[in-house]
């Protein structure tokens, strides 16, 4: 295909539309380049540049008159009867300039406008409003210190300016860890349900908060009473399918459940914002003051994981270990076993909403990376890690996990990796899981006289 | 009166008439032993009336109500305990807490969540215990118990629920000689106080023409003999099914 780049017209535009490496990669490609004498000028790169890269340097008629023509701007009044009609443009062409669209209409060329191009992890390579934005917001803080009559601190992005609160931001992390992982625990361990899919009902208490704030604007405490509430709902609906299945096979459905909120929340952008996930859920003070907010957390999470004990000490949590331990057993004295473990994982769906909640507001958004199936196995690390045996396990485990990738994170870019062997090396070390370990240390301590 | 009736039940897996037109009944208080050698139906039988199988046809008339096709928590509900083959009980829990489970569910609170489990009927549990000589244990995990005294957690967990009927599929097996006799002769003296009908199923033939008041055999899924001990061992059918005719040990011996 013959490709042109015209020249910029509009008066301080120093953009162009190709740089001989897109040069280079669309020659390779097998389509011939004509570049607009002088074109890259303003932009520092000069005729030469792309004639070594494999364009041809041409008039102003040759590059408008390609079959592809490659704009910065949208063409301008004088510009666009000299595109030829069927050609298509492709630029910043203004999608909202109703006048220039009619223009272009009637100039019968195709128009691609990349601003307008959706803003998905596919199409991250044609963004064109991050980078440029981006820039602009730093010169527009470097323009305004200049005005302004008194000092302020260097402040580039938000990355390293909260340094002060870390302990606490840390602490609200473990404590959403630690609700997470108690309630996987409650169907895992005594329900003996293996979950894999339990980000599903975090990812719902998250967006139900989340959302509930951005579409009807509730108050920050209606969305944490609704996050559980919209979780539950969802466990009510997954759970009752997933109790019909045993072993791997609970596993895969529970997985695919998880797989289904966040495909939804991910394509269905008009209601969630797709991949941009929902901004601005800030707490309103005074808990916008992370002290404030780490003890709002401590004390769901203490409820939480308070409740969920005193269920487990409760007939219903007998029946549950009953129901695993037994179900031929547990069946043949009246219990309704898939009754039991249904409603043993809607309770857990919904407090798992609490801890999607809380996060939702101590981070001001959710997107759909934070729901992914990485969530759902990073629950079944911190139980398996604290160990299954008992409920200080879970806690323990999530407050260890959530600690170490902080730390890890911190450290270096391959985090993950550093991670996953040091998680390999204690799972190792303590096969019962951490508190398994110490519990039977203690033991053996108190078996000697 | 009977207490449980068993009316033309039939059942088949493919083209396999595991059960084929058996009736029988058992009278209150009544120890009937259900024999018959291996495949001739006597767990597809005992897993109609407890609810794990739905009959083909026929009815199973427990109380004067037919109960086919009930779930087994149902069956259990109306007053059937059971026990099985290879004992069944929570292993994560002690002794008393798998006694206490059975009590819950027989109080209909199984769903509540505030109250402390450990607290609930606690003293008819170690009543329960008592009785079948295991109340010293009832702290103690129950996976760490022996085969024997599992079997004994198991009937007081049967018995948790007052039940008229008791069904006990092999209650013997895996036991030795010893610990078997002591089991039947437990479960024989609480049932009889308790005027508790039990139906069990059994290979070993000591235990049965010692304990049971009456007999039923099962082969190839027909009943061919009903009866005490004494007619039952003379049963020239039974005697077929069991021996075989006798004629190859005949012709062997005579040449």
Same mark, same amino acid.
């Given at each position: 295909?013959?490709?042109?780049?015209?020249?910029?017209?509009?008066?301080?535009?120093?953009?162009?539309?190709?740089?001989?490496?897109?040069?280079?990669?669309?020659?390779?490609?097998?389509?011939?380049?004509?570049?607009?004498?002088?074109?890259?000028?303003?932009?520092?790169?000069?005729?030469?540049?792309?004639?070594?890269? +494999?364009?041809?340097?041409?008039?102003?008629?040759?590059?408008?008159?390609?079959?592809?023509?490659?704009?910065?701007?949208?063409?301008?009044?004088?510009?666009?009867?000299?595109? $030829?009609?069927?050609?298509?443009?492709?630029?910043?062409?203004?999608?909202?300039?109703?006048? %220039?669209?009619?223009?272009?209409?009637?100039?019968?060329?195709?128009?691609?406008?990349?601003?307008?191009?959706?803003?998905?992890?596919?199409?991250?390579?044609?963004?064109?409003?991050?980078?440029?934005?981006?820039?602009?917001?730093?010169?527009?803080?470097?323009?305004?210190?200049?005005?302004? +009559? $008194?000092?302020?601190?260097?402040?580039?992005?938000?990355?390293?300016?909260?340094?002060?609160?870390?302990?606490?931001?840390?602490?609200?992390?473990?404590?959403?860890?630690?609700?997470?992982?108690?309630?996987?625990?409650?169907?895992?361990?005594?329900?003996?349900?293996?979950?894999?899919?339990?980000?599903?009902?975090?990812?719902?208490?998250?967006?139900?908060?989340?959302?509930?704030?951005?579409?009807?604007?509730?108050?920050?405490?209606?969305?944490?009473?609704?996050?559980?509430?919209?979780?539950?709902?969802?466990?009510?609906?997954?759970?009752?399918?997933?109790?019909?299945?045993?072993?791997?096979?609970?596993?895969?459905?529970?997985?695919?459940?998880?797989?289904?909120?966040?495909?939804?929340?991910?394509?269905?952008?008009?209601?969630?914002? +797709?991949?941009? +996930?929902?901004? %601005?859920?800030?707490?309103?003070?005074?808990?916008?003051?992370?002290?404030?907010?780490?003890?709002?957390?401590?004390?769901?999470?203490?409820?939480?994981?308070?409740?969920?004990?005193?269920?487990?000490?409760?007939?219903?949590?007998?029946?549950?270990?009953?129901?695993?331990?037994?179900?031929?057993?547990?069946?043949?004295?009246?219990?309704?076993?898939? $009754?039991?473990?249904?409603? %043993?994982?809607?309770?857990?769906?919904?407090?798992?909403?609490?801890?999607?909640?809380?996060?939702?507001?101590?981070?001001?958004?959710?997107?759909?990376?934070?729901?992914?199936?990485?969530?759902?196995?990073?629950?079944?690390?911190?139980?398996?890690?604290?160990?299954?045996?008992?409920?200080?396990?879970?806690?323990?485990?999530?407050?260890?996990?959530?600690?170490?990738?902080?730390?890890?994170?911190?450290?270096?870019?391959?985090?993950?990796?550093?991670? %996953?062997?040091?998680?390999?090396?204690?799972?190792?070390?303590?096969?019962?899981?951490?508190?398994?370990?110490?519990?039977?240390?203690?033991?053996?301590?108190?078996?000697?006289? | 009166?009977?207490?449980?009736?068993?009316?033309? /039940?039939?059942?088949?897996?493919?083209?396999?008439?595991?059960?084929?037109?058996?009736?029988?009944?058992?009278?209150?208080?009544?120890?009937?032993?259900?024999?018959?050698?291996?495949? *001739?139906?006597?767990?597809?039988?005992?897993?109609?009336?407890?609810?794990?199988?739905?009959?083909?046809?026929?009815?199973? /008339?427990?109380?004067?109500?037919?109960?086919?096709?009930?779930?087994?928590?149902?069956?259990?509900?109306?007053?059937?305990?059971?026990?099985?083959?290879?004992?069944?009980?929570?292993?994560?829990?002690?002794?008393?807490?798998?006694?206490?489970?059975?009590?819950?569910?027989?109080?209909?609170?199984?769903?509540?969540?505030?109250?402390?489990?450990?607290?609930?009927?606690?003293?008819?549990?170690?009543?329960?215990?008592?009785?079948?000589?295991?109340?010293? *244990?009832?702290?103690?995990?129950?996976?760490?118990?022996?085969?024997?005294?599992?079997?004994?957690?198991?009937?007081?967990?049967?018995?948790?629920?007052?039940?008229?009927?008791?069904?006990?599929?092999?209650?013997?097996?895996?036991?030795?000689?010893?610990?078997?006799?002591?089991?039947?002769?437990?479960?024989?003296?609480?049932?009889?106080?308790?005027?508790?009908?039990?139906?069990?199923?059994?290979?070993?033939?000591?235990?049965?023409?010692?304990?049971?008041?009456?007999?039923?055999? /099962?082969?190839?899924?027909?009943?061919? *003999?009903?009866?005490?001990?004494?007619?039952?061992?003379?049963?020239?059918?039974?005697?077929?099914?069991?021996?075989?005719?006798?004629?190859?040990?005949?012709?062997? *011996?005579?040449?």
């Amino acid at each position: 295909m013959l490709i042109g780049v015209p020249a910029e017209s509009m008066a301080g535009e120093t953009r162009v539309a190709a740089t001989p490496e897109t040069v280079k990669k669309l020659k390779a490609q097998g389509h011939t380049l004509r570049i607009e004498s002088h074109a890259g000028v303003a932009a520092s790169v000069p005729d030469a540049a792309y004639e070594a890269a +494999g364009a041809e340097i041409t008039d102003a008629a040759g590059a408008w008159g390609a079959d592809l023509v490659l704009k910065v701007r949208c063409p301008s009044e004088s510009e666009t009867p000299r595109l $030829r009609a069927g050609a298509t443009v492709v630029g910043m062409l203004n999608p909202f300039d109703a006048t %220039g669209l009619q223009r272009l209409a009637a100039a019968g060329v195709t128009a691609y406008a990349l601003e307008a191009a959706p803003r998905t992890t596919r199409a991250q390579s044609m963004d064109v409003l991050s980078s440029q934005a981006n820039i602009a917001g730093y010169k527009a803080v470097i323009l305004a210190a200049n005005e302004y +009559g $008194r000092f302020m601190p260097m402040l580039m992005t938000a990355a390293g300016t909260v340094k002060a609160a870390r302990v606490l931001i840390l602490g609200i992390d473990v404590l959403t860890a630690v609700i997470f992982a108690t309630s996987l625990h409650f169907i895992m361990g005594p329900g003996g349900m293996h979950s894999f899919g339990h980000a599903a009902y975090f990812g719902l208490g998250a967006y139900g908060a989340a959302l509930l704030v951005k579409w009807v604007a509730v108050p920050m405490g209606l969305a944490l009473v609704a996050a559980p509430l919209v979780a539950l709902a969802g466990a009510l609906l997954f759970g009752w399918f997933a109790v019909r299945l045993s072993g791997v096979y609970l596993a895969m459905l529970t997985l695919a459940f998880a797989q289904i909120v966040w495909a939804l929340v991910f394509q269905w952008e008009a209601l969630t914002g +797709g991949s941009n +996930g929902v901004i %601005g859920v800030w707490p309103p003070p005074p808990f916008d003051r992370a002290w404030v907010y780490f003890l709002l957390s401590l004390v769901l999470a203490a409820i939480g994981v308070l409740m969920l004990r005193r269920f487990l000490f409760a007939p219903f949590g007998y029946a549950m270990r009953a129901g695993r331990d037994s179900p031929l057993r547990a069946e043949a004295i009246g219990i309704d076993v898939k $009754r039991v473990h249904w409603l %043993g994982f809607a309770i857990a769906g919904a407090v798992c909403g609490v801890a999607g909640g809380l996060f939702a507001f101590a981070k001001g958004s959710i997107s759909p990376e934070t729901i992914h199936v990485g969530r759902s196995i990073d629950g079944l690390v911190m139980v398996l890690l604290g160990g299954i045996q008992t409920l200080t396990g879970p806690i323990v485990g999530a407050s260890v996990f959530a600690t170490l990738q902080d730390t890890v994170m911190r450290q270096t870019e391959y985090w993950r990796a550093l991670l %996953g062997i040091i998680i390999l090396l204690l799972v190792l070390a303590f096969p019962q899981g951490i508190v398994g370990a110490f519990s039977s240390i203690w033991r053996k301590a108190g078996a000697k006289p | 009166m009977s207490v449980l009736a068993i009316r033309s /039940l039939s059942k088949a897996f493919g083209g396999v008439h595991a059960v084929n037109n058996v009736s029988f009944e058992i009278a209150q208080g009544e120890f009937l032993a259900m024999i018959g050698p291996n495949g *001739a139906g006597k767990s597809t039988c005992f897993n109609m009336i407890n609810g794990q199988l739905t009959p083909d046809s026929g009815e199973i /008339l427990f109380e004067d109500r037919n109960i086919a096709g009930l779930k087994p928590r149902a069956v259990w509900r109306l007053g059937v305990g059971r026990t099985f083959q290879v004992a069944a009980t929570f292993s994560s829990m002690t002794v008393i807490e798998n006694v206490q489970m059975a009590l819950i569910s027989h109080g209909h609170e199984t769903y509540q969540l505030w109250r402390a489990a450990a607290q609930m009927h606690r003293d008819r549990a170690l009543d329960l215990l008592q009785q079948v000589g295991m109340r010293e *244990a009832a702290n103690r995990p129950s996976r760490e118990l022996a085969y024997g005294d599992i079997k004994r957690i198991e009937l007081a967990i049967a018995l948790a629920n007052e039940p008229r009927l008791l069904l006990m599929d092999e209650p013997t097996a895996g036991m030795a000689p010893r610990e078997r006799n002591d089991l039947i002769a437990l479960v024989k003296r609480l049932v009889v106080e308790r005027k508790i009908s039990v139906l069990f199923t059994e290979h070993s033939m000591d235990v049965v023409f010692a304990f049971a008041d009456r007999i039923i055999v /099962l082969a190839r899924g027909r009943l061919i *003999a009903d009866g005490n001990a004494a007619s039952i061992r003379d049963h020239p059918q039974v005697r077929e099914v069991y021996f075989g005719t006798g004629k190859t040990f005949a012709t062997g *011996a005579s040449s």
